[in-house]
């Protein structure tokens, strides 16, 4: 049974720091594509980060590089997301999701977890 689960809702302020994190089980985390998603409220899917196999390369959207790193544990099966210069348009729901075709084509979803950006 294919599970990812990210880690709790967090509210931030702006200009704050957070890391999610996304652990999973039941697929070859290690030969997987991973990237992180987010939905803003009343908008609709947008891929943000993703890194290959490995970890070698990674990458991201223009209006979170420089902010955001994505990062992945092999040996714990788990994939990362450091936010930092937190925004209020970086509230949204993020999920993360993994495949083998690439970081752009998913076979696996996570749960998603609320990050909430406000003063």
């Known amino acids: 049974q294919v599970q990812a689960m990210e880690s709790g809702e967090e509210l931030v302020q702006p200009e704050g720091s957070l890391r999610v994190s996304c652990a999973t089980s039941?697929?070859?985390?290690?030969?997987?594509?991973m990237s992180w998603v987010r939905q803003a409220p009343g908008k609709g899917l947008e891929w943000i980060a993703g890194?290959?196999?490995?970890?070698?390369?990674?990458y991201y959207t223009a209006s979170v590089k420089g902010r955001f790193t994505i990062s992945r544990d092999d040996n714990r099966h788990t994939l990362y997301l450091q936010m930092n210069s937190l925004k209020p348009e970086d509230t949204a729901h993020y999920y993360c999701?993994?495949?083998?075709?690439?970081?752009?084509?998913?076979?696996?979803w996570g749960q998603g977890t609320q990050v909430t950006v406000s003063s």
């Open positions: 039941g697929f070859d985390f290690g030969t997987s594509y």
């Open positions: 999701a993994g495949g083998v075709a690439g970081i752009y084509e998913y076979d696996y």
């Open positions: 890194i290959n196999p490995g970890g070698a390369q990674s």
